[in-house]
């Protein structure tokens, strides 16, 4: 294994390591020490793989959002059931993982949204960059169901993929601040009803 593949390899363990306690506290509440413990790093040697603590924070949204959208990727691609039955998984999943408090290690744009939007401009555009790119594959999940006749095509997809995209961050913030699921459960049903499927 040559230096190049050994430094990819630590700084994608750093990486990894750091993601569930920066999902859990956020980003501004863990300290560089804190990280480097969990990740059995030598002290000092951060910024060997990292310039700053900010390109250490745009390098964590940005493999968080390449392993994203692989995700949704994946799902769209699937063969199995309708591209209406996908699309729906993809909403149930997001209500389940956070209902099981099961998403500190995977939802850093939630977590880190508010946060970093106003500590770096560069964090802010990989976000937007990033929720750009998640509506535009919940939009093509849109006409695909449109297409094979899963969903009625009624809307435009990019503008109601938008609008359920927002639905449900909003949703996940409101479960933050009630600790119960009821949010989600007002998101699907109006998800359903957005997309014209019976509740």
């Not at 430094?7 to 509440?29: C, E, M, N, Q």
């Not at 802010?124 to 960059?129: A, G, K, N, V, W």
Request: with cysteine; proline share 3%; hydrophobic share 45%.
């Amino acid at each position: 294994m040559n230096a190049t593949s050994v430094h990819h390899d630590v700084r994608r363990h750093i990486l990894d390591t750091a993601r569930p306690i920066i999902g859990s506290k956020g980003f501004s509440a863990v300290g560089l020490n804190e990280i480097l413990v969990a990740a059995e790093i030598p002290k000092g040697s951060f910024y060997h793989y990292f310039a700053s603590k900010e390109a250490f924070g745009e390098a964590l949204l940005e493999q968080y959002f390449t392993a994203y959208l692989a995700r949704i990727d994946a799902l769209l691609d699937q063969q199995d059931g309708t591209a209406g039955q996908r699309f729906m998984t993809y909403w149930v999943q997001w209500r389940d993982a956070h209902v099981a408090g099961t998403v500190h290690d995977h939802c850093l744009a939630v977590k880190l949204g508010a946060e970093v939007c106003d500590l770096s401009e560069r964090m802010r555009l990989i976000l937007q960059d990033g929720a750009t790119a998640v509506v535009d594959r919940l939009a093509r999940f849109i006409a695909a169901g449109q297409q094979d006749g899963s969903l009625p095509a009624m809307q435009d997809a990019r503008p109601l993929a938008a609008s359920l995209y927002q639905l449900w961050l909003g949703a996940t913030l409101l479960a933050k601040f009630t600790r119960d699921r009821h949010p989600f459960d007002a998101a699907m049903a109006t998800t359903r009803r957005l997309l014209g499927l019976p509740a």
